[in-house]
């Protein structure tokens, strides 16, 4: 005996690949499909439908391959009002709650389709408003913070998912879907040139560009160019830890980086210390902007946040020495303010991090386009893959590819 339900899949389904990925899924996870309706369209600007039965041995592995193709954007045919449940506490979904993807989302609740508010991925949906309310809101809520009584979705029914597609006007450049790949070896002053278009345009359009940073830009010599660029309005927030702003310091106070002259590339004596007195010195202050204001700290990315009025959020981890005043230390209020950070950005730069980059990306929708930069391969492709449409890499050395970015933006 099996059982089936009927899916829909319509747009731009074969170009982009989510017919052939639905198609995919059936079979790999052991069930069948029968297609019933495909009506194809006639040139670029003219979207696909198909219509499937997909069939299989039980319920549970029927909605564990409805469940992937949801993913996928497609849905099943006369669709219903969402399921929904009560969470039964503090930090508790129901057992078959809706896992989110990073891509933009509808839910149907009483009959009309609703945008799901700040997207993000491994979230539940939570629905608020509604009897006698007046707005009916549907929006992501991690885990940890889902309240007992929170209306959850659960199951697949009423959810609709939009995987971006590829653009039909064929541009989009480095920037277009799934195109920009991975350059590697040097930086391509192409790519670089198309990096600071994109960084041009949303700064005339007063958007965010969110740069994520590493202590490898100091180390390697990046970081009076991220400096310059923070100071001339291109960066508009900064996303970090402990590190990177201790390393930022201690350059500025001594001429070090991990206790090593960037320039002379020279050990000093006691240079091995340089990072905790930083720390102390930063603590006796009473924290980065006051050290600012009393002139101890005068040069450098973290000196130009705090002259620029530009943001930045630090967060903590169990490696971290000191840490600064300024650094996050709960996790959970880290991660907060990485979402929010993130939920703002309209351009992601991530500047040799693998870590914090994977934070940052994990809060980030997957129409925010996003840059990654790091000389390890590995790190590139696998921020790549964290589902970003709309994101372009390069294997190169940081401390190269800032500098080349900050003379194609500042020169002009």
């Known amino acids: 005996m099996t059982v089936s339900r009927t899916v829909e899949l319509e747009g731009h389904i074969i170009d982009s690949g989510s017919m052939g990925a639905c198609f995919g899924a059936v079979m790999d996870m052991g069930g069948e499909f029968e297609v019933e309706a495909f009506d194809v369209g006639r040139h670029k600007h003219e979207e696909t439908y198909c219509r499937m039965r997909v069939l299989a041995d039980t319920e549970e592995d029927l909605r564990a391959i409805l469940h992937e193709l949801n ?6 045919a006369d669709p219903r009002d969402a399921t929904l449940e009560a969470a039964p506490d503090d930090g508790v979904v129901p057992a078959d709650f809706y896992s989110t993807t990073n891509h933009p989302t509808v839910v149907r609740v009483d009959g009309e389709w609703l945008e799901v508010e700040n997207v993000e991925m491994d979230c539940a949906l939570v629905i608020e408003g509604g009897e006698g309310e007046d707005v009916t809101r549907v929006r992501t809520k991690t885990l940890n913070a889902i309240e007992e009584g929170d209306l959850v979705v659960t199951g697949e029914t009423g959810i609709r998912v939009d995987p971006p597609e590829r653009p039909r006007n064929g541009g989009g450049g480095s920037f277009g879907f799934m195109q920009g790949g991975v350059s590697s070896e040097r930086p391509s002053a192409s790519l670089i040139e198309e990096i600071a278009d994109e960084m041009r345009e949303v700064n005339a359009e007063d958007g965010t560009v969110l740069a994520v940073c590493g202590p490898a830009i100091v180390h390697s010599g990046g970081r009076d160019a991220l400096a310059d660029l923070v100071r001339a ?3 508009d927030a900064i996303s970090a830890g402990n590190g990177f702003a201790v390393h930022d310091l201690e350059r500025d106070l001594y001429g070090t980086s991990l206790g090593v002259d960037t320039e002379s590339l020279e050990h000093p004596r006691k240079g091995h210390k340089h990072h905790i007195y930083t720390i102390s010195e930063i603590v006796r202050r009473g924290g980065i902007e006051a050290a600012v204001e009393d002139g101890v700290v005068d040069e450098g990315v973290m000196y130009e946040c705090v002259r620029n009025d530009v943001p930045y959020v630090l967060a903590g981890s169990i490696r971290d020495d000191g840490p600064l005043p300024d650094t996050i230390t709960d996790s959970i209020e880290a991660q907060n303010a990485i979402r929010e ?45 964290r589902g970003s449409a709309q994101a372009i890499g390069m294997v190169t050395d940081i401390g190269t590819f800032i500098p080349m970015l900050a003379d194609e933006l500042l020169e002009q």
């Open 341 to 385: 950070q993130a939920q703002e950005a309209d351009l992601v730069l991530m500047l040799s991090t693998l870590l914090h980059s994977v934070a940052v990306g994990n809060c980030l929708p997957s129409t925010t386009k996003t840059v990654c930069v790091d000389i390890n391969p590995a790190t590139v492709t696998q921020l790549l893959d």
């Open 233 to 235: 309005g291109y960066v």
């Open 71 to 76: 993913q996928q954007g497609a849905t099943v």
